[in-house]
């Protein structure tokens, strides 16, 4: 395995619901499917958690979830970078999947 590469990633996704969950387990389980975006992750442990606010409420929105869970492994993906003092873009090209890799979904990504 390359040196940059992510071995895996540990994440805690707590989510602002408001009053009344409405579709926040909706989003938060799509966000759980997207939340590779385009890197090969081997090892993956997320704890979701709901969390009620004393905010209003709001509700799912066309593409919901998966943009919540992308920005959080490109949030990942820049801070490693940082940390090795790399660019950016080269952690996010030796990270991309590449043909026949399962996803930590366990669906198969074919090119």
Known sequence: MKKESLKGVK???LSRCGISPDL??????RALL???NAY???NVLVENYLCKTNTSSSTAFRGFGGNQGMMIIENIVDNVAKYLRKDPAEIRKLNF???NKK???S???EN
Not at 24 to 29: D, H, K, L, M, T
């Open 103 to 105: 996803k930590h979904h």
């Open 11 to 13: 994440i805690k996704l």
């Open 24 to 29: 926040s387990g909706a989003i938060n389980g």
């Open 34 to 36: 997207h939340i590779d």
């Open 40 to 42: 090969y992750l081997s």
């Open 97 to 99: 999947y590449q043909k």
């Open 107 to 109: 669906l198969w990504y």
